[in-house]
Structures are given as C-alpha cells and as structure tokens.
C-alpha cells in the first residue's frame, strides 16, 4: 500500500510504500469498540462513595411512637426518606478495569489505523521539527496539510518543543509513536504522522510471525569414489553368481531332506476312557431320549387308592377296626307328679 509524503507547506514529495497488514486491512468494529470502552473504563478512578443508613453518625432512636399521634410512622432519623440521612442504593468503591486479550489490542490498533487511512485522514509528514515553540507555526502547518478540526500529532519521539506549541490550540494532541491507542485515534478526527512514526508503527503492530527466515538448503548427497577396475570386476562376477546360486538352491535343499532322518512321529495320548479296560460282556450304552408324557398316557393309569392302616389290616383278614362310641348325656327323668 502507498500513502502520500507532504511537506510542512502542503505539496507532495514522494509515495510511501506502508505495510498492509497495519494501513490496509479491513477495520473490525466490534474489537474497536471493545478497546475503546475498555480504555474508558480503565481510566475510572471508582473511589465514589456514599453512606448508606448504617454508616451515618447519629441516634438509632425511634422518633415518635407508632400509633396515636397522627403523623406518619417513623424510625430513626438515618432512613434514607429524610433529610441527613443515608443513601440507598449509592455508589460504592470499586474496580471498573476491564482486562482485554494481547491480540484483540493489537488488532483494534491496527483497526484504527487501517480506517484512518482508508477514510482519507491520516497525513504524513516528512518531518515536524521547531527550533523554538510556537503556537502559530503549528498551527500553519495543520492548515497547510488540510486539517481544520481535532488532530492528533503523531512523532517518532517526545518533543518538548512540539507539545509546548500545540498547548494553546483548541482540540489538538501530541504524542510519540510507541503510546499510540484507540481512544485518542478515535476522539480526533484528522492523525497527522511523520515518516519516522510509520516506521515505528509497523514495527511495533505489523502482524506477528514476520517472514520466517529461509530454510538451509538441504546437504546434498555424498557422491561415491569412482570405483576402481577391481571393485568393477569383483560386482561382476558376484552378479554372476546370483542367477547360479538361485539355481542350485532347491536342489540342494531336496539332497538335504533326503538326507535327513526321518523325525519319529510322537506318540498319541491316551485319554482316560482309554486307559480303563472295557468289560467283555458290557453292552454298549446308547442315549434313548424319554417320550414325552401325554395325556392319554397318564388317564390310562388307575389312580392310586389312599390306603389307612385300618384298610390295610381289613384286607389282610385281621379285625375290623374298632368304632369308639360317643358319650351321651342323659335328659333328666322328668319328675312324676
């Protein structure tokens, strides 16, 4: 990207080539305005405090009693409803810093610049350098370079000599490249910057992972010594005696397992069923399933009589069994008479 160097007088001098990733890129509104909200949050002191009804000096005492006077009930004289007495809901000490991601920070920068430079109000100068302090020939500069509302005067160092020049101008800012930040870039309208400022912009905001230094070139490949007339005859014969050896080879392994003798096969192991003599009679066991019981199998069968005792001794001939009588109790004889 190329941006336009103006002398204090206003005409152009030369083009200059600025990094993109700083002056070109497209602006992210929503970090900006998170840096800017953090950075006026972050100036807050928050030492504002107030008493609250507890905290004020006074009694505790009941002002009138509750019913019969008239008036409308009261407690103590510190009730936030009168006069002198506390505040409710007041503001309290406290921290109103916002913490905001290394990275963020450094894109809304970059945002701001970016947008500066794409809306047309970001001005370079080659130089900006008083030999002694007045008011009247920054002024005639600005004027010179286009700005006529709030600008922001950007320097590769702090000047003592520019910042007593600028005190007495209305809605203008001195400050040295390294403590540039949103807020300022967005409360003026207009950045003038010099050359040297660009300069220490990009180095301190360019994006990171800046091109990585080259890779060594990879060591080449050792050539190997030209071999001599012996190593030469030497590889051929030995190639020679590849397609041979791979010849003989099969042969050679059937002459050694014919020679070879034979492995003696291993015995078979006896199971215990083995090992037990079998009797000469015993028939060979077969498994026969049982039929399943039907119904007609089981209606077929006489059910079995539930025999006494006293049955039993009356069908092998013994005595009846005994009958026990019952006691009666005789009616009383009715008297005669």
Same mark, same amino acid.
């Given at each position: 990207?190329?941006?336009?160097?103006?002398?204090?007088?206003?005409?152009?001098l030369?083009?200059?080539?600025?990094?993109?990733?700083?002056? +070109?890129?497209?602006?992210? +509104?929503?970090? &900006?305005?998170?840096?800017?909200?953090?950075?006026?949050?972050?100036?807050?002191?928050?030492?504002?405090? !107030?008493?609250?009804?507890?905290?004020?000096?006074?009694?505790?005492?009941k002002?009138?009693? =509750?019913?019969?006077?008239?008036?409308?009930?009261?407690?103590?004289?510190?009730?936030?409803?009168?006069?002198?007495?506390? !505040?409710a809901? +007041?503001p309290?000490?406290?921290?109103?810093? =916002?913490a905001?991601?290394k990275?963020?920070?450094?894109?809304?920068?970059?945002?701001?610049?970016?947008?500066?430079?794409?809306?047309?109000?970001?001005?370079?100068?080659?130089?900006? %350098?008083?030999?002694?302090?007045? !008011?009247?020939? /920054?002024?005639?500069?600005?004027?010179?370079?286009?700005?006529?509302?709030?600008?922001?005067?950007?320097?590769?160092?702090?000047?003592?000599?520019?910042?007593?020049?600028?005190?007495? &101008?209305?809605?203008?800012?001195?400050?040295?490249?390294r403590?540039?930040?949103? @807020?300022?870039?967005?409360?003026?309208?207009? &950045?003038?910057?010099?050359?040297?400022?660009?300069? /220490?912009?990009?180095? &301190?905001? $360019?994006?990171?992972?800046?091109?990585?230094?080259?890779? *060594?070139?990879?060591?080449? #490949?050792?050539?190997?010594?030209?071999?001599?007339? *012996?190593?030469?005859?030497?590889?051929?014969?030995?190639?020679?005696?590849?397609?041979?050896?791979?010849?003989? $080879?099969? %042969?050679?392994?059937?002459?050694?397992?014919?020679? #070879?003798? %034979?492995?003696?096969?291993?015995?078979?192991?006896?199971?215990?069923?083995?090992?037990k003599?079998?009797?000469? +009679?015993?028939?060979?066991?077969?498994?026969?399933?049982?039929?399943?019981?039907?119904?007609?199998?089981?209606?077929? *069968?006489?059910?079995?009589?539930? %025999?006494?005792?006293?049955?039993?001794?009356?069908?092998d @001939?013994?005595?009846?069994?005994k009958?026990?009588?019952?006691?009666?109790?005789?009616?009383?004889?009715?008297?005669?008479?």
């Amino acid at each position: 990207m190329k941006l336009a160097v103006l002398n204090a007088e206003g005409k152009e001098l030369r083009k200059l080539n600025v990094d993109d990733s700083v002056f +070109g890129i497209e602006p992210n +509104g929503t970090v &900006l305005h998170q840096a800017y909200v953090r950075q006026r949050n972050n100036q807050r002191a928050g030492t504002a405090q !107030t008493r609250t009804r507890g905290e004020v000096v006074g009694s505790t005492r009941k002002l009138h009693r =509750q019913k019969g006077t008239g008036r409308a009930r009261a407690g103590t004289a510190g009730s936030p409803t009168r006069v002198g007495g506390g !505040t409710a809901f +007041g503001p309290r000490v406290r921290d109103y810093s =916002q913490a905001m991601p290394k990275k963020m920070r450094r894109l809304a920068i970059r945002s701001a610049l970016s947008g500066k430079a794409a809306d047309g109000q970001l001005v370079i100068i080659d130089q900006l %350098a008083l030999e002694v302090p007045k !008011t009247k020939e /920054i002024a005639r500069i600005l004027h010179n370079v286009g700005i006529n509302r709030s600008a922001l005067i950007v320097t590769s160092e702090s000047d003592r000599s520019i910042l007593a020049s600028t005190r007495n &101008l209305h809605r203008t800012k001195v400050l040295p490249a390294r403590y540039l930040n949103v @807020g300022d870039m967005l409360n003026h309208q207009s &950045l003038l910057m010099t050359e040297d400022a660009v300069r /220490i912009a990009e180095s &301190l905001w $360019a994006v990171e992972g800046a091109p990585k230094a080259a890779k *060594k070139p990879a060591r080449p #490949a050792r050539k190997k010594a030209a071999a001599t007339p *012996k190593a030469r005859a030497k590889a051929k014969d030995e190639d020679e005696a590849k397609p041979e050896a791979a010849a003989e $080879a099969p %042969a050679a392994e059937a002459e050694a397992a014919a020679e #070879a003798p %034979a492995k003696p096969k291993k015995a078979a192991r006896r199971t215990r069923a083995a090992a037990k003599p079998k009797d000469e +009679g015993a028939a060979k066991k077969t498994t026969t399933r049982r039929a399943p019981k039907t119904k007609a199998s089981t209606e077929d *069968k006489p059910k079995p009589k539930r %025999a006494t005792r006293a049955r039993a001794k009356a069908a092998d @001939g013994e005595d009846k069994p005994k009958t026990t009588r019952r006691r009666t109790t005789k009616k009383p004889e009715e008297s005669e008479g």
